[in-house]
């Protein structure tokens, strides 16, 4: 099995006396005491990036009853790299708190005042800043939560743009009392570093390679090239807040597939819960619907059903505002698809960066370049090396369902131009 490198060893403070702590706080139990725990790998390779992630299963006694409980922890690395650097400020981590303890529970009141019961996410038991940045959550497994391996075919995208169009109605209708709502401003766009821009830049390099390859598309391959002249800042441009949006709703921030959690009945998907909130942002509602568009929703799903599940998501969006009791002017579908074409450019950017990592699985971009460890039987890869993140990529654009997806897509961001900058 594989796992990110930066998560086989557990940092030292990660110890009873940590659990302790936060049980202790959870169970409101100031006698409560841990008598052991189990940390392991909390996800696999590609599930996230921006932490690390672990689980660990804590044995303690409150209240004179011996008892058992999984927890899953996220935390920034120790070491140096991509994601220490991105995280060291504690910028998301400080969003994501704040969603955590502010935003997601008055959201959640809100559905209950209504009689709707929906659940967005995981419960949020302890968090701190000092000594380490360190988030610690309910596990959702234990719950018959578990991940997916693939994007959502067009039922599962259904249920998520649900849970998205209420999330986006509630953050509307609380703007104006919960006014945090509306500061929430470091998205994708604002936190990327030099680094950051950097591997976009080799990503669109990879990609304008790999056209050159294909039969009859080599003449995208220059148009793909100039994309590196200012694609990255047009995508930070999208995610700042502009007077000139026709709406502004709390964005995810980082709606794909990866960050989600789905119950499955039968072999059938009947819940998804959203994890990841250090991305929320305020600003057009086209940031969640493209990024989810290319990051959630299949090929199939994204090529067959793009205008449906807009006008799905839509009007589960109005019917939740009139639930609301929503006393603002609610805006037109139009104003949806006329944002989604003024940012038609985050299409472009994450067609060339983001989607082959969304659709290709980490092993099979990898392949031989997972380090197998041969005491245990265990595959590391270590995603804050950027040699091989780009030699990941490279494979994940010459990968068929990638390649075959792009030569429907060139075409398409050619005549709407969203090749010119």
Known sequence: MAFNKDEMHAPCWLNEGFFEKVLKQSENDAALTVAACKIIPGTRPGDHFASIIFRANVTYKSRGKASEVSLVIKTIPEDDGLKRDLLKDGVIFETETIMYTTVVPEMHRLFRSV??????????????????????FEDLAKRNYGMKNSQLDLHEAKIAYTKLARWHAASLHLADTIPIITKLDKGIGSIT??????MWDNNIGLLAKVCREWPGY?????????LRKGISQKTKDIYKFSESTLYNVLNHGDFHYKN???KTVEGKTQDILLLDYQLSIWGSPAIDIIYSLYNMCS??????????LIKFYYDEFVASLNKFGYLGKIP??????????KNGHLE??????FLPFMM???????????NQNPDEGIELFDVSDPEKMMEMMLAGFRRPIYVDAMKKYLPVFLHKGLLDL
């Open 332 to 341: 037109p579908l139009i104003n949806l698809h006329v944002e989604i074409l």
């Open 115 to 136: 009689g709707d019961d929906t659940e967005l996410g995981p419960r949020l038991l302890y968090s701190s800043k000092e000594p380490k940045l360190v988030m610690v």
């Open 193 to 198: 570093n030099e680094e950051f821009d950097k």
């Open 348 to 353: 472009t950017f994450l067609a060339s960066t």
């Open 299 to 308: 090929t199939e799903t994204r090529d067959n059903h793009r205008d449906e």
């Open 260 to 262: 989600m959690m789905y």
């Open 218 to 226: 080599e003449h995208y391959g220059d148009r793909v090239d100039n």
């Open 360 to 370: 290709v699985t980490f092993e099979e971009m990898m392949g031989d370049q997972l």
